[in-house]
């Protein structure tokens, strides 16, 4: 590799970094937009295009008004109609209720930009050989634990023993860990060390990985350490589990876990060492509220900011007095998923099944043009959410394809499609059933949250019964929605469809969401294609930036072609802050940093 090849690519906008499972349903996050068309504002927020909004009109950095008072505390609004799980270790979590939470007290080593490049500005920096396999880490001096203990090189290197070992019960193994030289050796149990990470000394770290792929800049480096002096002597298999997990949660970020109501509450005080300087606020108090209570909770100023207001909810109190409310486009989207396999945990991938009831890719086809998501995003979110098209959003706009339309909402060519695959109505009733002509009967799941998350689900029921399908719908919470779906690698046999959503990282490579070694693979999927551009998309070649555009283009044809699941809505996220926080910010590339939170007055400001 010549010597500039990683400067060049230091030098683009690239975006990225490891996926995350932002699973979440219909109100409790909200999301990117672009159904609103570009009518003139009224007022700065509200739009004279029939009340529909954009995320345009919105600023991801809040109005700092007056001067901060020495400490203070906040409350922060989690917005969920479930209780969080309460996995609260980067290592081992699954769900964004829990990562809510886990950025108030633990971060990652790495930092990156606006361009979703690492920086050498976070907690570590790095260095990267000639070749660009391996990287040599340093860890800031100043960089403790919550109990004073130092974040250790050997902290880094337990981590990735963890997550590599047989027993680990997360789920976060897949390629970007493979890709370590040394790693499979390890995970079978042929190798009692990974060959390829080495300890060089207390605070210092390598890794040399076995491919040198551009998305090691931007997100598939595994940066969050795990307290050896903690967890070293427990077995594996029990540390999710375990009350240094579940009770008494360690990082080494700005704020530091005092008690937990479990799914309730969390309370947190500041950590006076922090690594970037001691916090301005005393604490900070997390506690669950329910999108049905989160009007009532600002105004009353129960909660003093919330990451996602219910984007359904605002054109009602768009102008609620005592908030300012912050907007970005989400990295997220939802989707409609089929099931087409089970997953095989004895080998950690996907067992697709040619015979599951959703196998056919034209029903699955016809699944899509039946539903008329532009509608969905003006009805439901007035255009706060908007049509997906590609399974690469638009919060990655040098890899978004938008020029790609997806699957258009068009009955007819769902009915056409369905009469040519063989689903007839044989018998009458209006219902089609399946090409042997037996009676074809789908069972639907989604998730509970907020007023329009069921009528949501049933206008998609209604949408596939107008041509011709039965669709049986059944409401879950968060919880039980994801046990079911496949969350834990049981997948729910009476599971035939699912609407869901992704928060995905900075990384646009899609392998951790829909590789064959993917556990979040929820459909299930397998297909040579797609297992070849995901490897494109982490090859050598791909640090030509054309040459990775192209290969995400090809790929998000395929899957708007194969259509294991089709995306429908992205998202825009508010955020409304109480009007006495100061410095406070969402969205990424900001550097506006959670120890610079601070307030101007002892208590919240509320509404009028």
């Known amino acids: 590799m010549p010597k500039n090849k990683w400067s060049r690519y230091l030098a683009l906008p690239m975006l990225s970094f490891a996926l995350i499972l932002g699973a979440c349903s219909g109100d409790e996050e909200a999301s990117p937009e672009e159904g609103g068309g570009e009518a003139e504002t009224d007022g700065g927020q509200e739009l004279e295009n029939g009340g529909m909004y954009s995320i345009d009109d919105f600023s991801n950095v809040k109005t700092n008004e007056g001067e901060a008072i ?87 290197l337990f981590a990735h023993e963890v997550i590599g070992n047989p027993d680990y019960d997360g789920p976060r193994y897949n390629s970007d860990f493979t890709n370590i030289e040394g790693m499979e050796e390890y995970n079978s149990g042929s190798a009692d060390t990974i060959s390829g990470i080495e300890v060089v000394d207390e605070k210092t770290l390598s890794i040399t990985y076995i491919e040198s792929t551009p998305s090691l800049l931007t997100g598939s480096i595994w940066s969050y350490p795990l307290a050896k002096h903690i967890f070293g002597d427990m077995a594996v298999a029990d540390i999710s589990s375990s009350p240094e997990v579940r009770e008494n949660p360690i990082g080494f970020g700005p704020f530091k876990v005092d008690s937990i109501v479990p799914g309730e509450s969390v309370t947190l005080s500041k950590n006076e060492d922090y690594w970037r300087g001691e916090p301005n606020l005393d604490g900070v108090t997390i506690k669950v509220i329910s999108s049905s209570t989160v009007v009532q909770e600002l105004e009353t100023g129960g909660v003093d900011l919330i990451s996602e207001f219910p984007v359904d909810q605002f054109p009602d109190n768009a102008e609620m007095s005592n908030v300012e409310y912050l907007g970005a486009i989400d990295r997220a989207y939802t989707y409609i998923g089929f099931k087409l396999g089970t997953w095989d945990a004895e080998s950690s991938t996907v067992a697709y099944d040619p015979e599951a009831k959703m196998n056919n890719k034209e029903l699955r086809q016809a699944m899509w043009h039946a539903v008329d998501n532009t509608a969905v995003g003006e009805r439901f979110y007035n255009g706060l959410r908007w049509n997906a098209t590609t399974l690469i959003p638009p919060s990655h706009p040098e890899f978004h394809d938008d020029s790609n339309e997806g699957r258009a909402y068009d009955p007819e060519a769902a009915n056409q499609l369905l009469d040519d695959a063989g689903y007839a109505d044989t018998d009458g009733d209006g219902l089609r059933e399946d090409p042997e002509g037996n009676p074809l009967e789908i069972n639907f799941i989604s998730m509970t949250g907020g007023d329009t998350a069921e009528p949501l689900a049933q206008y998609y029921v209604q949408s596939w019964e107008a041509v011709g399908l039965k669709v049986n719908l059944e409401m879950l919470e968060f919880n039980s929605f994801y046990d079911r779906v496949g969350n834990g690698g049981e997948d729910d046999p009476n599971v035939d469809v699912f609407q869901a959503a992704w928060g995905v990282g900075i990384d646009v490579d899609p392998s951790g969401l829909y590789g064959a070694n993917a556990i979040y693979n929820f459909a299930r999927w397998e297909n040579e294609d797609n297992e070849r551009l995901l490897a494109e998309g982490r090859s050598e070649e791909s640090f030509d930036l054309a040459y990775r555009q192209e290969v995400y283009n090809e790929w998000q044809q395929l899957m708007v072609e194969e259509v294991p699941v089709f995306p429908t809505l992205y998202r825009a996220v508010l955020s409304p802050v109480n009007d006495r926080v100061l410095n406070y910010a969402i969205g990424d590339g900001t550097e506006v940093y959670l120890n610079e939170l601070a307030v101007n007055a002892e208590s919240p400001v509320t509404a009028e």
């Open 70 to 156: 020495d400490g203070g505390t906040i409350t922060f609004g989690l917005v969920s109609d479930t209780v969080f799980e309460g996995t609260l270790n980067w290592n081992f979590y699954s769900g964004a209720p829990d990562a809510e939470i886990l950025e108030w007290f633990d971060e990652g080593l790495l930092t990156w930009d606006e361009n979703y490049v690492y920086t050498n500005d976070g907690a570590a920096t790095y260095e990267v050989s000639e070749d660009g396999r391996t990287f040599t880490f340093t860890i800031g001096d100043n960089v403790n634990w919550h109990d004073g203990e130092p974040v250790t090189a050997e902290d880094w």
